[in-house]
Structures are given as C-alpha cells and as structure tokens.
C-alpha cells in the first residue's frame, strides 16, 4: 500500500520540480530581454548592420541557432538544478563598465561585443555556472551576431593582391601593380572592399564553429576544424580572384565581368565549403547510441530548486545592468549646445596663402564643427591644408570612424595607391603620420595626415579613442581635430615629401595656435 502512495509523491514532486524549472528558465529569458532592451541602441545598431550590410546579414540568424542549440540539450539541463550564483555580478560591472568606456569612445563593435558578453554573465548568475558551462557553446555562439571584421579589410584586400598579381606572374602574364590596382595586357584590376574575402571569411567561421560543435565531440578536434575554416576562405578568396582574372584575359575580356562576377565568386565559395565539410566528415564523432536497458538518468542534486533566490538573482542583474545606460542618459542631458568655430591659419615663414584650389580631390570627412581648406604655394613648392575640426563629438560627428577617410573607395576620379606609416620631424621631435598615394588620370598627390586629440598627435585609431573616452570620463574637453597636407608629383615622390616636411617645419605651429583658440573660443 506504501509503494502508490511514494510513486503519487515522487510524481507530485517532479511536477513541481518541472514547474519551477519553466520558472527559472522564463526569470532568464526575460533578464536577457530586459538586457537588451536597457542597451537598446546598441541592439538597434547591431540590427541595423545586418539589414543594411549582405556581410552580416547572417546575424539575423544567430539568436534563433543559439536557442535551438539550447533547445537540444533540454534533457541534459534538466538534470542540473539552478544554483543563482552573486560572484557574477562583478563580472556583470566589469563588462558594463566596458560597454560605458566604448560608448564614450563611440567603438561600436566594442559596445555590441560587451553587450553580448553579458547575456552569458546573466544566466551564470541567475541560473549558476555548472548550466552555464553546459551551455558554453550555444551562449558563445552569440558572439558571431556581433557584426565584426571591417578592421580586416584593407589587410585582406592587399594579401588578395599579392597572391592574385603573384598567380598571375607565376602563369606568365606581366603585370603592373600599383597598391591594389594592377595592369595586365588584356585589361585593368582592382581589388576593391567586395573583393576581400570578409564575407567568404565571416561565413566560413560561423558555419565552420557550428559544424565542428554538431560534428564532434573533442575539443581538439573542434579547434583544428575552426583553424581550417578561418584559413580556407582566405586562401580560396585569393584563388577565387586569380581565376576571374584568367578566366576574362582568356576570353578577351567577355565573361566573369558584371552579374557573372559574384554569381561565380559564390558558387565557388559554396564547393570550397562543400569540399571543407566533406573531408570534416571523415572524422566525424557520432555520439554514443544510448542502450534500451540503461537506467534512466536522474538529476544530479535532487534539492528543490531555489525559485526566491533566483528571481532575486534576477532584479540584482537587471538592476546592475541598468546603471549604465541610465549614467549615459545622464551625459546626453549635459551636451554643450554648438557654437560657431573660425579656422583660420596665417602664411608665414614665406609662405601666401592661394584663393586657388590645388586640386578637385577633398577628403571625405563627415560630421565636423568647422573645416578649412587652403592652398599654400612657397615659390615653385604648393601644399594643399585641410583642417576638420570636431569640438563637442557625438554619434554622426566624431573623427576617428571608418567613414572618414582619405578618399573612398570606387571614386570616379581619384585612387588610392598605396598606404603606409612614416615618420617625420617637427623641431627635434618625431611625428608619425600616415602617408598616402593618390592618382587621377592627370594628377598625382602625396598625402600626410594625423589627428590632433588634446595636446596629442596620434595615427593610431584605438589610442585616439582611449583619450577620447578618458576626456568624456574625466569630463574634460573632447575637442579633435584633423590635419591633411597634399602635394602633388611626378615621378620623384621625395620631392613632394620634402615640400610637405618644410610646411609642417614652418606652418605647423600656427596651425597648432589656431586649434587652440578654436577651443579656447569655444
């Protein structure tokens, strides 16, 4: 009589078991929601990049492969009990006070990358660190939604260059290169951003990840799979190239050209990453057919799960994560409004000041709270000043983006030949500035350019937005600015470089009083 009334009891208790678990599990669901609503422009900009970008567009489907990963493991997991775990909450503090350091920064992808990390920190804390790590995969898999890699563009484009202009001599075909731009008989080539390989990249990764997570079951297995899926797309990105190139030199210029351009370069991808999967299939590691007569498996810790701790749990995280965007509120209510700025730089040292442009070529600068363009000539020498200045910087008006550059890509006049980092000499003192080539049909210019953060010279993207982010922090001025010297040359790139030297050594130090009355005017 004892044993229905024990088989009812243990009934009941599993029911309740269960109820709670679908109670915990939605408390997790709705912090991660709250999560992403408290961090809103941040989850708006991320979605916004994969509507508007075909590079990212897979973002879209990261959130619903995550929880169907987890959805698969749902036996496992619930033979764990939730143990809300506190000793995330400073990792929860540290990850928003990096989201806060971006935003001051305005570093996007660090903004999204720090917003993801906390989704992980959340279940850790709410739900314990043993269902955590068994979900390590499916909670880091949310990473791939992060729309990153644009940094890698220009490295990659140039290594397609080299290896396509490198097939090509190989086959015996000369070329005349110049940056990414080259020559050969039949025709001219460009490797532009579309050509890269970012997006054979991105999408080789993600779906190398997942399939070495759903192949097999050794961790060293996994890596060496990830390894090849992150070198294959490169290299079959740079074959990829070399073969439209021959494929249009043989055929006089009539075929892989246009429409047929990308439809090839996909459906390339598409058997390289058929090919990477059927040779990862040879080592495939099934998992081990469970036995009809085996036990059913029973929960690891039979306590009753710990529903008030957990939803306390709960209002801690969502209470820690909401400092952060609740302090930056704060500091958009206290933006200084606009005031009119005059840039104004004085010839001297021999130098007048030319109404007349040097060229029709402008950086393409956006945003900025007061720009000057002028023309210096010094007897036969012409230098060509642009100063953008930003004095209160915000989202859409800030200098250190990608969409500030020195000329964009697929001009219809002006190219970029060649970009590189050179050291110069102001007094006795090293400035580093990046030098650039460019050409039209009928002219060439040699292009210096820095940016001016506080009272520092720098080129480095990353170093310029730790000071930016340190000024707004400390609450001092975020005022940047700009400098842009061209000159033009033939076939003596030295000699442009000596002109531009000796205006820096005459006319810097009136630029450098002008930006200071800018800012002190301000």
Request: one cysteine or more; aromatic letters at 12%; proline letters at 6%.
């Amino acid at each position: 009589m004892s044993k229905p009334a024990a088989t009812h009891s243990d009934s009941t208790a599993s029911a309740h078991q269960a109820n709670n678990w679908a109670i915990a599990t939605l408390l997790a669901i709705t912090a991660v929601t709250a999560l992403l609503l408290l961090f809103y422009q941040t989850t708006l900009s991320t979605v916004a990049i994969w509507h508007r970008s075909e590079t990212f567009a897979h973002g879209f489907l990261i959130f619903p492969i995550s929880a169907l990963l987890i959805w698969s493991r749902r036996k496992e997991i619930a033979l764990l009990v939730p143990q809300p775990d506190l000793r995330g909450l400073p990792v929860l503090l540290l990850f928003g006070f990096g989201w806060l350091l971006a935003y001051l920064a305005r570093v996007l992808v660090v903004q999204q990358y720090a917003l993801v990390a906390m989704i992980p920190v959340l279940v850790w804390i709410i739900l314990g660190l043993r269902i955590t790590r068994a979900l390590t995969f499916p909670l880091g898999f949310l990473f791939f939604a992060v729309p990153m890699g644009e940094f890698l563009i220009p490295y990659m484009m140039d290594f397609t260059a080299d290896f396509t202009v490198a097939a090509l001599q190989l086959t015996g075909i000369p070329v005349y290169r110049e940056g990414t731009f080259f020559t050969i008989p039949s025709g001219q080539w460009s490797v532009v951003e579309g050509c890269s390989g970012l997006r054979y990249l991105i999408a080789s990764l993600t779906l190398g990840c997942l399939y070495a997570y759903l192949t097999y079951r050794s961790t060293r297995r996994r890596i060496i799979f990830a390894i090849l899926s992150l070198i294959v797309p490169v290299i079959a990105n740079g074959l990829r190239a070399y073969m439209i190139v021959m494929i249009a030199h043989l055929s006089d210029m009539k075929l892989a050209l246009g429409v047929d351009h990308y439809i090839y370069g996909w459906v390339f991808f598409g058997l390289v990453m058929l090919l990477l999967f059927w040779v990862g299939a040879f080592w495939r590691e099934d998992l081990p057919q469970a036995k009809d007569d085996k036990p059913a498996a029973t929960p690891t810790n039979s306590a009753p799960l710990p529903v008030r701790r957990i939803a306390l749990a709960t209002l801690a995280a969502v209470g820690i994560a909401a400092v952060w965007p609740g302090y930056t509120a704060y500091l958009k209510s206290h933006v200084p409004l606009p005031v009119p700025i005059k840039l104004e730089v004085p010839a001297t040292n021999g130098w007048r000041a030319d109404p007349a442009p040097l060229s029709d070529w402008q950086p393409d600068y956006k945003g900025s709270d007061a720009s000057l363009t002028q023309t210096y000539r010094k007897g036969p020498k012409a230098v060509s000043l642009y100063i953008g200045y930003y004095l209160h910087q915000h989202e859409g008006a800030e200098l250190v983006t990608s969409t500030n550059v020195i000329v964009r890509q697929k001009h219809p006049v002006w190219n970029n030949v060649g970009e590189s980092k050179r050291a110069v000499t102001v007094g006795s003192q090293p400035l580093l500035i990046v030098q650039t080539k460019l050409r039209s049909p009928t002219l060439r210019l040699l292009v210096w350019n820095w940016n001016h953060i506080g009272d520092t010279y720098t080129v480095n993207a990353y170093f310029a937005k730790l000071l930016e982010a340190k000024a707004r922090l400390l609450g001092q001025p975020d005022d940047a600015a700009a400098i842009i010297l061209s000159s033009p040359y033939d076939g003596d790139m030295e000699s442009a470089a000596a002109v531009l030297q000796e205006f820096i050594g005459d006319m810097l130090p009136s630029i450098e009083t002008n930006l200071k009355q800018a800012a002190g005017g301000s």
